[in-house]
């Protein structure tokens, strides 16, 4: 199991726009990704590839998440997957 | 023209002038809740309804990403993440439960869009928002189940007339007028979204046609927006019509920017705007100024209340638009249709009576005084005249405040909104407070007549030709007389845009129009053809008018050239 720390850049929180950004991405990777608020239970751990998941989360600006993957090249494609989150994806 | 040969035509209120032929499309019927407790039909097993529901949610998906790539701007990403709740996993996911669990597909989506819908409603703002695309989702994918019309405005090959119960702001918001060449509403009022936004694209519009909606998908119909027809099967008068409207629409385009009458009264005709692109559309159209900056834009579909600096940005983009001209700016008018998270309370049991206008300074103080100061700064270094009025002022005092707080602003040129009957009856007083006022008759008529706006059922008291409205505008215009300083009184309501109304209210002594651009060109046309002493005498058969509907037709019968322009 692979997990990395990211604190959410966009200002509006993880809304809409960098939700469905983040899940699209998620969806193209071949391992399964969970999204989970930092101080959450693994249990709690929600589906990074679910837009709704996304939101209902209701990560601000600031948060920090947790993503985690299990498998061959989990760690290079957590890595990835953060560098969008950490990018205002409002500013764009 | 007689139709005893044929199906008798369906009758409502024109709102939107304009004689077309055209086929009908109706708007489905929104989609009905499936059963609490509906199982899966005995022939089918568990695991065909997921396919199914796979399918249907596959193929929503698809069709909100095409319509993703024909929008633009934030309706584009608005319609991204729309499509990709769709096939969400954790959506299907919980759908697929209730299913194994023995429910229908249609009533598992149901459920499940809910519980995750509940969710978004807990975090509220911007988020509870989303829950209104989740449930458009939803309704999508049951439609496509039962195999029926997906909701929403019908998407065609061709043009068509547009036919509806009636039309909320979210489905006009997709209305494509190169799709849409007429509107026809079985409810609503001559004061309805519809009526307003059909204005505003020039499409011919008829509402409160009652039985409207049962008109077959398909069927060819001839749509009068001026008399308030629509016959089924056209003949050849119809055709004919049709024909001359065309021509006669064409040549009704052009305004040389100089409002007034026969003999040379200046009436000035200004534009409704709410934004710089409008501003730039209005002054090409001639305009003489703004009369009506709607400032909502700036504010609406947001969760907090726009910066200064954002705020001087959108105002500067409007003055900008007309240098050396007139803009009248209003503050902002939320609450009652237009409601604002952060500044009005959705929770009120009677809105349009409620908190709204000016009075969200009361409750939310702030906001009003940085509008100001935003103005002012926008204002500062603009060539143009910049007014600036309040919504909803109710009393004297009121309008004394509001004064105090552009003077405190450094704005020279404060008025008031009359759309509340009691600013009508004490305008002398309220004028002896601010330098202008300003008609909303699309309010003062529901305040004066007790008349919800949007109820197709009261279209007739909502009529803005109503005696006692046009009588209280007349007491407006006198009690700028008597205040004396000669303080103008404009109207900036939608019956400015009527050509009829134009020149009574011309009579009853308004200084200045100001109306949706579409407008103006038949306006103009139509001043130009009477003398203000001919308008003076049309206003007093209008209000010695028994009813509205008599001072309407006493009006128009003594107006030959709104048949000559098919107005």
């Known amino acids: ?92 | 023209m007689t139709f005893t040969d044929r199906a008798v035509p369906f009758t409502g209120v024109g709102v939107s002038p304009g004689r077309v032929l055209g086929t009908v499309r109706q708007m489905p019927a929104p989609v009905s809740e499936p059963p609490a407790g509906e199982r899966l039909a005995a022939s089918t097993s568990a695991d065909d309804a997921v396919a199914a529901l796979r399918a249907a949610s596959k193929a929503v998906q698809a069709e909100l990403k095409s319509r993703a790539e024909r929008a633009h701007g934030d309706a584009k990403a608005v319609l991204e993440a729309t499509a990709q709740m769709a096939t969400d996993s954790m959506l299907i996911k919980s759908a697929v439960k209730h299913i194994n669990a023995g429910l229908s597909a249609e009533r598992a989506i149901w459920e499940a869009s809910a519980s995750v819908a509940e969710m978004l409603l807990n975090l509220g703002g911007y988020m509870a928002e989303r829950a209104t695309d989740l449930f458009d989702v939803r309704s999508r994918i049951v439609a496509e189940l039962r195999g029926v019309a997906a909701p929403g405005i019908p998407a065609s090959a061709t043009p068509f007339i547009l036919v509806a119960e009636d039309l909320a702001p979210a489905d006009t918001a997709t209305l494509d007028p190169a799709q849409v060449i007429a509107l026809v509403t079985s409810g609503g009022g001559p004061q309805s979204h519809t009526a307003i936004i059909a204005r505003a694209l020039g499409l011919p519009a008829v509402v409160a046609a009652v039985g409207a909606d049962g008109i077959a998908d398909g069927a060819e119909v001839y749509v009068d927006g001026t008399a308030g027809t629509v016959v089924v099967d056209p003949g050849a008068e119809e055709v004919a019509a049709a024909d001359a409207w065309a021509t006669t629409a064409s040549r009704l385009v052009d305004f040389d920017g100089n409002g007034r009458t026969a003999d040379g009264h200046l009436v000035p005709l200004l534009a409704n705007v709410g934004g710089a692109k409008d501003a730039v559309k209005a002054a090409a159209a001639g305009a003489q100024g703004v009369g009506l900056l709607r400032t909502e834009f700036c504010f609406l579909g947001r969760d907090s209340e726009p910066s200064i600096t954002e705020q001087v940005e959108a105002y500067r983009g409007v003055f900008d638009a007309f240098p050396d001209k007139k803009v009248v700016v209003r503050t902002l008018d939320a609450g009652a249709d237009k409601p604002l998270p952060f500044l009005t309370d959705a929770t009120e049991p009677n809105p349009a009576l409620g908190v709204r206008g000016y009075r969200t300074d009361w409750t939310t103080p702030g906001v009003l005084e940085r509008q100001l100061a935003a103005i002012a700064t926008a204002a500062e270094g603009s060539t143009c005249q910049v007014w600036v009025m309040a919504p909803m002022i109710a009393t004297v005092e009121e309008a004394a405040h509001f004064a105090s707080m552009c003077a405190a602003a450094g704005l020279t040129t404060p008025g008031v909104m009359v759309e509340v009957p009691s600013a009508a009856l004490r305008s002398e007083f309220i004028l002896g407070h601010v330098e202008f006022a300003s008609l909303g008759t699309n309010d003062l008529t529901q305040y004066t007549m007790a008349a919800d706006r949007q109820l197709g059922p009261l279209a007739a008291l909502n009529s803005p030709w109503q005696p006692a409205v046009l009588q209280l505008i007349g007491m407006t215009v006198a009690g700028a007389v008597a205040e004396g300083h000669d303080k103008p009184v404009g109207v900036c309501g939608e019956a400015a845009a009527d050509p009829a109304l134009a020149v009574v209210l011309t009579g009853l002594g308004v200084s200045t129009l100001s109306m949706t651009p579409r407008a103006l060109a038949a306006v103009a046309a139509v001043l130009a053809s009477v003398t203000l002493d001919q308008a003076k005498h049309l206003a007093q058969l209008a209000l010695a008018a028994p009813s509205a509907a008599a001072a309407k037709e006493r009006v128009r019968s003594e107006l030959p050239i709104l048949a000559e322009l098919g107005l």
């Open chain 1, 1 to 92: 199991m692979f997990e990395r720390k990211v604190i959410i850049a966009s200002r509006v929180g993880l809304h809409a726009r960098p939700a469905a950004i983040f899940a699209d991405a998620v969806g193209r990777v071949p391992v399964e990704v969970t999204i989970a608020m930092d101080a959450e239970p693994v249990d709690d751990a929600m589906d990074a590839s679910s837009i709704l998941s996304l939101m209902s989360l209701g990560a601000a600006h600031g948060d920090v998440v947790v993503l985690r993957a299990e498998g061959a090249g989990a760690d290079e494609v957590l890595e990835s997957l953060a560098k969008i989150l950490e990018t205002d994806l409002d500013a764009e």
